[in-house]
């Protein structure tokens, strides 16, 4: 071994080539090749990630607004302005007509859409049902109060039969309530104190079993006595009262433009003359007329109401009229007396 020779290679054979240790400088330049080609990855990692082309955007299930921005407007849809919560501006969501009456979902919270379907949502569990409401058992026992009953029908050819018995019916028991049977019991209720309305109810079925006579004042034997106050015509022939019947006598308003007022004449009078069938008089149509005063008539009229209604005039029934013109001669006494609107003629 000479003087030069390293001491570790003593007894070893000689290396074939000489081994050389790499320079600091290269590895320096290796060491900054990885660290920039690790810095490429991660800038190409941090881009990908920002980068929303390659999935679709999460809906937002917090609910958070999406600002106007990021939201396509239809052309024809003006945004209008903020929605109070961060001043984001959002348009209003399109209605059709055929959803006009479909509540639609809040533009603010709905998410964008995703580019495949979405799954759909789980059905909502049906609602239990719910029981029947149960009625409270009463506190108390059962009303006492009960119905009233229904009212039995009337027989009208019996209540017929009674009025034309007790002298208020002139017609036929027919079983037709026409005018003349409803003015005979407007005229049986007067007498007897009853509402008068023509109806047969039980307070006047009870009448008929004990009814009332008909209170007639002095005169000729055979006469007809009106009286006003009570709306009741009496005919009486030989001291005995034949019928009764309703009228209707003048009202005391005025007509002919004032000049004239409705009332009717009281006195003693008589049948002066008569007109079998229509008379169509300047203020309207009399049938059967019994002129007892001038133009003053006891005739037939299709209104005898419970009340005095006409010009001056005594209505009565247009079949009452056919009786008494048939029945009643000339020179008749006729006696009016009572009532409001009234006159007495000076001869």
């Known amino acids: 071994m000479t003087a030069f020779e390293a001491p570790w290679t003593s007894g070893l054979s000689a290396p074939r080539s000489r081994r050389r240790r790499p320079a600091a400088g290269s590895i320096l330049v290796l060491l900054a090749v990885v660290l920039a080609a690790s810095g490429t990855a991660l800038v190409s990692a941090g881009t990908w990630a920002r980068t929303p082309a390659a999935l679709p955007p999460v809906p937002d299930l917090a609910g958070t607004a999406v600002p106007a921005g990021d939201v396509d407007s239809p052309p024809d849809i003006q945004p209008q302005g903020d929605d109070g919560a961060d001043g984001a501006v959002v348009p209003p969501a399109r209605v059709s007509d055929a959803d006009a009456e479909t509540p639609q979902p809040d ?47 009337v027989d009208l050819v019996a209540v017929q039969r009674r009025l034309k018995e007790l002298g208020y019916l002139l017609g036929p028991a027919d079983g037709v309530e026409g005018q003349q049977t409803r003015a005979s019991v407007m005229a049986f209720q007067r ?28 005169g000729p034997a055979t ?20 019928v009764t019947l309703h009228v209707s006598s003048g009202n005391g308003e005025a007509y002919r433009a004032g000049t004239a007022n409705a009332r009717t004449p009281v006195g003693d009078f008589r049948i ?72 007495s003629p000076s001869r």
């Open 191 to 218: 007498v007897n104190g009853l509402s008068v309305d023509g109806i047969v109810g039980p307070v006047t079925l009870a009448a008929l079993d004990s009814p009332v006579a008909p209170e007639l004042s002095s």
């Open 223 to 242: 006469r007809i006595e009106i009286d006003l106050t009570r709306q009741l015509a009496h005919v009486v022939r030989d001291g005995t009262r034949v």
């Open 272 to 343: 002066e003359r008569r007109i079998h069938g229509e008379r169509h008089a300047e203020l309207g149509v009399l049938y059967d007329p019994l002129y007892f005063y001038r133009g003053f008539a006891i005739h037939g009229s299709n209104s005898v109401p419970d009340h005095p209604a006409s010009h001056g005039c005594v209505r009565v029934t247009r079949a009452d009229a056919r009786w008494l013109i048939s029945n009643v001669a000339d020179g008749t006494p006729v006696r009016l007396h009572g009532g409001t609107h009234v006159f």
């Open 107 to 153: 533009p603010a919270v709905e998410p964008p859409a995703a580019s495949w379907p979405t799954e759909p949502a789980e059905p909502a569990e049906p609602a239990e049902p719910t029981a029947s409401p149960v009625a409270e058992e009463p506190t108390e026992g059962p009303s006492t109060v009960e119905p009233a009953p229904t009212p039995e029908p």
